[in-house]
């Protein structure tokens, strides 16, 4: 098909996650301004093959009309549409069942232990609030769609999702992606909702992981818990096939890379650089979040010093960490814990010019955070588990002149790279890694890198997309033909 103009017509791409991918501030009755948030589905922005819509939560409760309509009209100069969640759904199905019992299961954390027997009576009401909240998003996207459009649904808020868009339409093309890990099926069968979540995803005509292990999972967790036929392919049910892959997520690396270029970055590069000059820069930047790990990596770092007592005013540890979900109690918890521990090694081992750690709980703006990763010896990537982590791919993308090492956790996953690998948990393994790390040859260094970033400036999150929606067409043209013959 072909533009008035002559130019192909590129697909519709209806994109629908909880958040959409800029945030909305209040500025008057009906003026809003908007800001780009950071996050992994921000790589989806840099996609061009498609005309790409955003559908999702805005992250603001705006009860009144005037509101709802302004946000409408100032989110569509960005191809976002908004979807109005109250304040009561927010509670019960972002705050409750996202993030206090999905969360934590698909992390292998466990149902909330404070108070089980307040979470088991909670539950119901969360998790119909969740499938109310879906059936919403359900209900905007359905308002949006035309014949033809690609629907892309993503990650665990919305797995309910596939089974109500198709329930308005058994031609919609709908995708399901998830950006966490899918646990072993032992883990998934402890949620009391696992059976219907499992059959919703099922709904969908691909459904994609960032792993294969994930993907094995979730096809394991269909034939054990629903008692269906997993295929090479995916899961059958009655002869309907839901193709079932693994589809890595990259980042826009040229967006970095060029980054480095502009001279607001390159004065931070040169202020940081003197700042810091004669240590050793190590880096970690993390949501402010259990499963990063955080607390251990700072007292793998304490480990470093107490154990490598002539590199102690040789290297300093920058740990960035945006605080999430700050009205919960146990993310409250973690960040006092940081804090204590922070305090108590900075008190142990700084001197009155300088300490070993500097803890920031923010977010930094862009320019900064590439400024950062540039000048960075070591980062320190240490997830107790991860569905992927771009922070590892973010830091390769901005390292083509000071090429440093990676330490990546065992347990978060980044496909194609090269790092010192550790066990987070296990602090004196790590401890032992950062030293190889900060004492690495230049050779191996140089080796590393080459690799690192010929794989991240190619496996990126235009390819990504590209991928998952055209195995998600593919998948739509087999399935007819298979119903033809
Ligand atoms: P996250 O858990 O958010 O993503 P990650 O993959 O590391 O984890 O992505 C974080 C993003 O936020 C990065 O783009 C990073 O630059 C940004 N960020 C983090 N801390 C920041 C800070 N202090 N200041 C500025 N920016 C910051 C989820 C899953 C991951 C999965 C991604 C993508 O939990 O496992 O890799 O989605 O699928």
Same mark, same amino acid.
């Given at each position: ?5 002559? @130019? ?45 819509? !955003? ?12 509101? $709802?309509?302004? +946000? ?30 999905? !969360? ?19 539950? $119901? ?38 089974? =109500? ?10 995708? #399901? ?13 402890? +949620?009391?909702?696992?059976?219907? +979540? ?7 005509? %691909? ?13 394991? &967790? =269909? ?87 002539? #590199? ?26 940081? /804090? ?30 590439? &400024? ?7 980062? +320190?990537?240490?997830? %107790? ?45 790590? &401890?032992?890694?950062? @030293? $190889? ?11 590393? /890198? ?13 390819? !990504? ?6 195995? %998600? ?13």
């Amino acid at each position: 098909c072909e533009n008035q103009d002559g @130019r192909p017509l590129r697909q519709r791409l209806l994109v629908v996650a909880n958040r959409l991918p800029v945030s909305a501030v209040r500025r008057g009755e009906d003026s809003w301004s908007l800001e780009i948030s950071a996050g992994g589905l921000s790589a989806l922005l840099g996609v061009k093959e498609f005309e790409a819509r !955003w559908i999702g939560w805005a992250g603001v409760n705006v009860p009144d009309e005037i509101g $709802q309509k302004a +946000l409408t009209r100032a989110l569509a100069e960005k191809r976002c549409i908004p979807v109005f969640l109250d304040e009561e759904i927010v509670h019960q199905y972002y705050n409750g069942y996202c993030n206090n019992i999905l !969360w934590p299961v698909f992390h292998y954390l466990g149902l909330p232990q404070e108070d089980r027997l307040a979470t088991t009576r909670s539950f $119901q009401s969360q998790f119909a609030a969740y499938k109310k909240a879906n059936q919403m998003f359900a209900d905007v996207v359905n308002k949006h769609y035309e014949e033809g459009d690609v629907v892309w649904c993503h990650d665990y808020h919305l797995m309910f999702l596939p089974k =109500c868009l198709k329930e308005y339409s058994s031609n919609m093309k709908v995708g #399901w992606f998830l950006h966490t890990p899918f646990p072993s099926s032992e883990i998934h069968r402890t +949620l009391p909702s696992r059976s219907e +979540l499992l059959r919703s995803v099922l709904a969908a005509d %691909l459904v994609g992981f960032h792993t294969y292990d994930y993907a094995r999972h979730f096809v394991s &967790a =269909c034939t054990r818990i629903l008692g269906l036929e997993g295929t090479p392919e995916g899961v059958e049910d009655q002869g309907r096939l839901t193709r079932v892959a693994a589809f890595p997520i990259g980042i826009d690396s040229d967006r970095f890379i060029r980054a480095l270029e502009v001279p607001q970055v390159q004065d931070h590069i040169k202020e940081l650089e003197e700042r810091f000059s004669g240590r050793k820069v190590m880096l970690g930047v993390d949501r402010l979040d259990m499963i990063k790990g955080i607390p251990q990596k700072i007292l793998a770092f304490e480990k470093f010093l107490e154990e490598n007592s002539h #590199w102690r005013d040789k290297v300093v540890l920058l740990q960035i960490a945006v605080p999430t979900r700050t009205d919960v109690p146990e993310y409250q918890k973690l960040t006092s814990q940081v /804090h204590e521990i922070v305090g108590r090694i900075n008190g142990r081992f700084g001197t009155l010019t300088a300490v070993p750690i500097h803890h920031l709980d923010r977010s930094l703006d862009f320019p900064a955070l590439c &400024a950062l990763y540039a000048v960075t010896d070591v980062a +320190l990537v240490t997830s %107790l588990r991860d569905g992927m982590n771009l922070v590892s791919y973010e830091f390769v993308a901005c390292q083509d002149s000071k090429k440093g090492v990676l330490i990546l956790s065992e347990d978060s996953t980044i496909s194609g790279c090269w790092s010192n690998p550790c066990q987070p948990w296990n602090i004196t393994e790590v &401890a032992d890694s950062i @030293r $190889q790390a900060l004492t690495m040859s230049c050779e191996e260094r140089e080796k590393r /890198h080459r690799h690192n970033f010929a794989h991240v400036t190619t496996h990126t999150a235009q390819e !990504w997309a590209e991928t998952f929606v055209s195995e %998600l067409n593919d998948t739509v043209i087999e399935a007819q033909l298979r119903t033809r013959q």
